[in-house]
T-cell receptor, first 116, second 112 residues
Framework: EPEVTQTPSHQVTQMGQEVILRCVPI?????FYWYRQILGQKVEFLVS????????KSEIFDDQFSVERPDGSNFTLKIRSTKLEDSAMYFC??????????????FGPGTRLTVL | DQQVKQNSPSLSVQEGRISILNCDYT??????FLWYKKYPAEGPTFLIS?????DKNEDGRFTVFLNKSAKHLSLHIVPSQPGDSAVYFC???????????FGKGTHLIIQP
């Protein structure tokens, strides 16, 4: 069964450093997403991406964040200058809405980002 | 501002009985609702969804009920099995391919 994959599973970085989190969405999906979950809190939407551009973003997704689809399979989230509060699980998701408008998003296993 | 609320942080149910997980929402623009199951250190796994034009959707042991006037939905699992022990998240979207708004989750524990 096709699945969303993410690398790395765990990333440790120093405050102020840049990190790139990588995702391979399900191959026939056209909509891609990033979410995060700070420990003990709910899953929060960051950004959605379609047709090589951002279609929606939350207030969390400020100028230090960017997304890119560098090739036909990868989807990346870059955090330019990490802060302690960026420590969280980051989940990638993808979907291909059905004719009835369904929005079942399929999630990857996540990348745990630890900022020291 | 919690647009999707799951007021029970945890729920304990005996194996074989029915588990009922509840979710309330405040945003009238939501028209698609989903339930996800999550184990520790894994991503959310899609379980079942419902469009606002329906009031019930069933898939095997899982049934989701939607009461639009009350802005309330529930997930019924029957019969409950030990493997159902996990955190269950309610999520909502405005339609199309919008980002999902999640509740805080309910930790379901199935007792043998």
């Amino acid at each position: 069964e096709p699945e969303v994959t993410q690398t790395p599973s765990h990333q440790v970085t120093q405050m102020g450093q840049e990190v790139i989190l990588r995702c391979v969405p399900i191959s026939n999906h056209l909509y891609f997403y990033w979410y995060r979950q700070i420990l003990g809190q709910k899953v929060e939407f960051l950004v959605s991406f379609y047709n090589n551009e951002i279609s929606e973003k939350s207030e969390i997704f400020d100028d230090q964040f960017s997304v890119e689809r560098p090739d036909g399979s990868n989807f990346t989230l870059k955090i330019r200058s990490t802060k302690l509060e960026d420590s969280a699980m980051y989940f990638c998701a993808s979907t291909q809405p059905g004719p009835s408008g369904g929005n079942e998003q399929f999630f990857g296993p996540g990348t745990r980002l630890t900022v020291l | 501002d919690q647009q999707v609320k799951q007021n029970s942080p945890s729920l304990s149910v005996q194996e074989g009985r029915i588990s009922i997980l509840n979710c309330d929402y405040t945003n009238s623009m939501f028209d698609y609702f989903l339930w996800y199951k999550k184990y520790p250190a894994e991503g959310p796994t899609f379980l079942i969804s419902i469009s606002s034009i329906k009031d019930k959707n069933e898939d095997g042991r899982f049934t989701v009920f939607l009461n639009k006037s009350a802005k309330h939905l529930s997930l019924h699992i029957v019969p409950s099995q030990p493997g159902d022990s996990a955190v269950y998240f309610c999520a909502a979207a405005g339609g199309g391919a919008d980002g999902l708004t999640f509740g805080k989750g309910t930790h379901l524990i199935i007792q043998p």
